[in-house]
T-cell receptor, first 114, second 115 residues
Framework: GAGVSQSPSNKVTEKGKDVELRCDPI?????LYWYRQRLGQGLEFLIY????????KSGLPSDRFSAERTGESVSTLTIQRTQQEDSAVYLC????????????FGPGTRLTVT | AQKVTQAQTEISVVEKEDVTLDCVYETRDTTYYLFWYKQPPSGELVFLIRRNSFDEQNEISGRYSWNFQKSTSSFNFTITASQVVDSAVYFC????????????FGSGTQLTVLP
């Protein structure tokens, strides 16, 4: 079946502009996660959605970052007034429920802020 | 707090050699899950294995094997008879039930298999 998809695959933006990144999870997966991966580093957790529960936003680095999810479908990560340090690959993952279930990752969006 | 340490930043081996990637974790929770992911040059993370804290039985899948030892808080990954296609960054990750739902990742080990 279809995996997690993300768009765009690459995004170049000027410092100070807003960007929106999109994630389509695997159908039937109720949990959705956003991570950030800076060049040569591991993954940093950003935000987690589970069904209609309030999202876990504990990983968002600043109030310039926000995310939304409509039900159990598409999610959008928005970065306002982008800074050069926001340059990274943003990865989305989804899983069944939570707990033990493994997360399946999308191909990521490479964001470059010039 | 939980933490995953992958002390090996980069490893290079020649094809057909065996290689072990180390992973050491820290958590105060008694129930937790450990994962290994592979990130090839294409960038997409590929799930390899999940292991829960109550199951210390080692697992073998083809050329891959995993050694889970709670006594040393380690979950090492061995590739036998390595191949060029094994070249990738490998991440070890930890998830507990008592804390946040996200995976805590190690910094990754870049494995290069030379022909």
């Amino acid at each position: 079946g279809a995996g997690v998809s993300q768009s765009p695959s690459n995004k170049v933006t000027e410092k100070g502009k807003d960007v929106e990144l999109r994630c389509d999870p695997i159908s039937g997966h109720t949990a959705l996660y956003w991570y950030r991966q800076r060049l040569g580093q591991g993954l940093e957790f950003l935000i987690y959605f589970q069904g209609n529960s309030a999202p876990d936003k504990s990983g968002l680095p600043s109030d310039r970052f926000s995310a939304e999810r409509t039900g159990e479908s598409v999610s959008t990560l928005t970065i306002q007034r982008t800074q050069q340090e926001d340059s990274a690959v943003y990865l989305c993952a989804s899983s069944f429920l939570q707990g033990a279930y493994e997360q399946y990752f999308g191909p990521g969006t490479r964001l470059t802020v010039t | 707090a939980q933490k995953v340490t992958q002390a090996q930043t980069e490893i290079s081996v020649v094809e057909k050699e065996d290689v072990t990637l180390d992973c050491v974790y820290e958590t105060r929770d008694t129930t937790y899950y450990l994962f290994w992911y592979k990130q090839p040059p294409s960038g997409e993370l590929v799930f390899l294995i999940r292991r829960n804290s109550f199951d210390e039985q080692n697992e073998i899948s083809g050329r891959y094997s995993w050694n889970f030892q709670k006594s040393t808080s380690s979950f090492n990954f061995t590739i036998t008879a390595s191949q060029v296609v094994d070249s990738a960054v490998y991440f070890c990750a930890l998830r507990t039930l008592g804390s946040a739902r996200q995976l805590t990742f190690g910094s990754g080990t870049q494995l290069t298999v030379l022909p």
